[in-house]
């Protein structure tokens, strides 16, 4: 069996980069089979762990879950024409508490604790601490205000971007572009680890020829 | 020889190969690996040939997008023969999870959520095995799971990893005291949510079905609470945004974090804040890890490729700036021209 699952790998692995020479109908069957495997066990895990875990067998535990049954049960009825308006119920249900939950998530994590981490002492480690920091702390603080504000510049656009503003805009643009490189940079560093992976596969665990 | 027949040729030629080398294999014949000096002409030669492109360049003959292909190939594949290793320097954020762990006391628990599943294994599970063998050979409880179903499968094969190393197996450690996994649970965010107020309503059974109350390592941890310090190793949604904003934010979890170098650039806003202690991103964040743990895996042996990779994308990102400007040049000369 192990035989068979590692040239089947192999093979499919194959296919796939077989599309970098050109399109063709190699590529064409392992995309479908990977496009296929992938539907497939999703279904799979959702049917068991959300349709049979969570509701068949855990109904019995939390009764709340009757609520989520219900719910699900009228999004359905956007089949039936007649009676399709009572599925907004269910989805303005969804929309409402999804929202709050990440309203209420965003809103501390990413806006708050944010705003906090941007407005930090220039001189001192922290708040209170007196004149402590080091040249390179100092430098740092005064690169995230200096990218904050002027990438916040650059966003406003009810002024039009002239002079002084302009240029302000100008430096953000610069710090934004940095941090696009940035992405980009570990983006690639992702793939090429992904790649990796793949020839680590065939010349490792297919071909024996790397330990 | 027509196209077609070019091409059937050379993806016979690829099989007969692969044949061979696989009833080699079989057979029962070592790997390959390259001597140092070996390893430094095929470096040089790299180098050359790289060098040649750009005269050809120079010259205006252009070369296809299908040798650029063949590059990175040749530059992912060949360090993987070589015997050279690459020095790498700890970066803070990596030390900070490091010194979480290792000042943690023993007999600590750990929690480790394995967000990910095997596309992401490459990046994310040389960091999950020396996470795992650190806490083990530190005498740290190690409770498990996930937030993607196949999260525990890779916990699994962790753990199988880990314990190949003998001073780990001498430990005796046991499953269910000494390390745990809780499996898989569907509904995202909100497992983490629940979490908060209590584990066994999330996780009733661990992988293998027993009973919560029968596993005597988490028999007793009611919530976030009673978990010293967490790790996220994640690959995307569910992963560390949703550790942060709800277990750190909500319950003051210390967490730390693994992620793919895709998504590592957004959790520095998150290490800044001192929402997150410590974050190894990527795999030269694993290779930094193994370093400072004193374990070389995998992320230590990919590192060379990766970095020779990346040498090979710059250096055809030189070419084609040089194609881009000679043929700008080239073309605003006949621009003037009569």
């Known amino acids: ?35 296929g495997a992938s539907a497939g066990y999703w279904v799979i895990v959702l049917w068991w762990d959300n349709l049979v875990g969570k509701f068949y067998e855990g109904v019995g535990d939390d009764p709340a879950l009757w609520v989520g049954m219900i719910l699900g049960v009228l999004m359905l009825v956007r089949l039936i024409p ?35 981490a941007t407005i930090m002492p220039l001189l001192s480690t922290q708040v209170g601490a007196g004149f402590d920091a080091g040249v390179w702390m100092i430098l740092s603080r005064l690169v995230v205000f200096v990218g904050t504000f002027t990438g916040l510049v650059y966003f406003f656009f009810s002024k039009e971007h002239k002079g002084a503003f302009g240029t302000t805009a100008r430096v953000g643009i610069f ?37 | 020889m027509s196209t077609r027949a070019k091409e059937l040729v050379a993806l016979l030629a690829i099989v007969v190969l692969a044949v061979i080398a696989y009833i080699r294999k079989v057979g029962g014949a070592g790997p390959i690996e390259f001597s140092s000096t070996m390893s430094v ?69 750990v929690l480790i959520s394995f967000d990910y599943d095997p596309p992401s294994a490459p990046e994310l599970q040389p960091m999950a095995e ?19 179903p196949q999260g525990p499968q890779q916990a699994n094969l962790a753990v199988e990893k880990v314990f190949e190393d003998t001073a780990i197996t001498n430990k005796g450690l046991k499953y269910g005291v000494d390390y745990v996994n809780l499996g898989f649970q569907t509904g995202n965010e909100f497992v983490i949510q629940r979490m908060g107020s209590s584990f066994e309503s999330m996780f009733s059974t661990d992988y293998e079905g027993t009973p919560y109350q029968e596993l005597p390592l988490v028999r007793n941890v009611k919530n976030f609470s009673n978990i010293d310090y967490s790790v996220n190793l994640s690959a995307g949604f569910p992963g560390t945004v949703e550790w942060v904003q709800v277990a750190v934010d909500r319950y003051g979890v210390q967490l730390g974090a693994g992620n793919t170098a895709v998504q590592a650039p957004q959790m520095y806003v998150y290490l800044d804040a001192g929402q997150l202690k410590g974050l190894v991103g990527g795999m030269s964040g694993a290779s930094e890890f193994e370093d400072l743990a004193e374990y070389h895996g ?41």
């Open chain 2, 130 to 148: 020396s996470i795992i063998r650190l806490c083990m050979q530190r005498d740290l409880k190690v409770i498990m799971m996930g937030l993607w």
């Open chain 1, 82 to 116: 007649k009676v399709g308006w009572i599925s907004r119920w269910p989805l303005a249900f969804i929309v409402g508490a999804t929202s709050g939950f990440w309203m209420m998530n965003y809103l501390g994590s990413n806006i708050i604790e944010q705003v906090g």
């Open chain 1, 1 to 35: 069996m192990d035989h068979v699952s590692v040239w089947l790998g192999a093979f499919l692995t194959l296919g796939i980069l077989s599309f970098l020479y050109k399109d063709n109908p190699w590529y064409k069957l392992c995309e479908a089979i990977f496009v």
């Open chain 2, 298 to 338: 995998k992320g230590t042996k990919y590192m060379l490729s990766q970095s020779f990779a990346h040498v090979v994308v710059i250096a055809f990102i030189l070419i084609g700036n040089v194609a881009f400007f000679l043929g700008g040049r080239k073309s605003a000369l006949k621009g003037q021209e009569p």
């Open chain 1, 175 to 211: 710090f934004i572009m940095i941090t696009f490189g940035a992405s980009f940079g570990y983006t690639v560093m992702s793939r090429m680890s992904l790649l990796i992976g793949r020839i680590d596969f065939i010349l490792g665990d297919w071909l024996g020829l790397i330990n």
């Open chain 2, 41 to 109: 002409v095929v470096i040089c030669l790299i180098a050359l040939s790289l060098l040649w492109i750009l005269v050809l360049t120079i010259k205006g003959r252009l070369i296809g997008r299908r040798v650029v292909f063949i590059y990175v190939g040749v530059a992912v594949s060949l360090p993987l023969f070589m015997s050279l290793t690459q020095k790498v320097s700890p970066s803070p954020e990596v030390i900070q999870l490091y010194d979480a762990i290792t000042e943690l006391p023993e007999g600590s628990k």
